[in-house]
């Protein structure tokens, strides 16, 4: 409790009072009730920045990835994490690991979509399922893997379909790293247990 106060004292102290007051609306409230908030940027047309880094590996299908690599994520994750892996491996998204010493730090994921009506775009990649095991947060990893996403689909995919990522409204380190990658807002949506409630877009 006390953590907690703490927490929100500094807040205020960093961003003010009315700040504080719509963040816990969000987080706390609306998150109970199950209504989301999130912003979506689109990344820019052109990306010819080459991947320096060999921290990540993308997989396309199961059989890639390695035994070593597996027995990793049933221990971190769990048998049916891996299960949901082959599930969505299987369904054109791409499976992509970070890692730090050789260790499974994070993970992420492409995913192929069409025919979505929440967004105004028949057909395009999204950027989600970004996890980074608490212990590795802090090292860029999230940013990092957004450059390497765009890599893969630019270097390996159709790269002439739009590159969707999205975040929570409060989930402020999320929406930073999208801004260094140099997406591009393009609007807002608001939904209630996935069911769309209202979305503004400006392409």
Same mark, same amino acid.
């Given at each position: 409790?006390?953590?907690?106060? @703490? @927490?929100?004292?500094?807040? #205020?102290?960093?961003?003010? =009072? ?8 969000? &987080?706390? #409230?609306? %998150? ?5 908030? %999130? ?12 991947? @320096? ?5 993308? $997989? !396309?299908?199961?059989? !890639? ?6 027995? =990793? ?25 970070? /890692?730090?010493?050789? +260790? ?14 929440? $967004?105004?775009?028949? &057909? $395009? /990649?999204?950027?989600?399922?970004? /996890? ?11 940013? @990092?893997? #957004? ?12 790269? &002439? #379909? ?8 409060? %989930?402020?380190?999320?929406? +930073? +790293? ?5 997406? %591009? ?10 069911? =769309?409630?209202?979305? +503004? $877009?400006?392409?």
């Amino acid at each position: 409790m006390k953590k907690s106060l @703490k @927490k929100i004292l500094t807040r #205020i102290r960093h961003h003010g =009072l009315l700040s504080t007051i719509s963040y816990l609306l969000v &987080t706390v #409230i609306l %998150n109970k009730i199950g209504v989301e908030i %999130n912003a979506v940027y689109r990344a820019p047309e052109i990306f010819d920045k080459e991947s @320096k880094t060999s921290i990540f590996s993308f $997989f !396309m299908n199961f059989h !890639m990835i390695s035994e070593h690599d597996k027995t =990793l994520l049933e221990k971190e994750y769990g048998i049916d994490y891996i299960n949901k892996i082959k599930c969505k491996l299987e369904h054109r998204e791409i499976f992509v690991i970070g /890692y730090v010493d050789n +260790n499974i730090a994070s993970t992420f994921w492409i995913k192929y979509i069409e025919g979505e009506r929440k $967004f105004p775009f028949q &057909t $395009f /990649y999204l950027l989600c399922g970004d /996890y980074t095991q608490p212990e590795y947060r802090g090292k860029g990893l999230q940013r @990092k893997s #957004i450059d390497y996403r765009r890599y893969v689909i630019s270097h390996h995919l159709t790269s &002439t #379909i739009p590159v969707i990522i999205e975040s929570s409204v409060t %989930n402020l380190s999320s929406l +930073n +790293n999208i801004k260094k990658c140099h997406f %591009n807002k393009i609007g807002v949506y608001i939904s209630y247990h996935e069911k =769309l409630l209202y979305s +503004n $877009f400006n392409i």
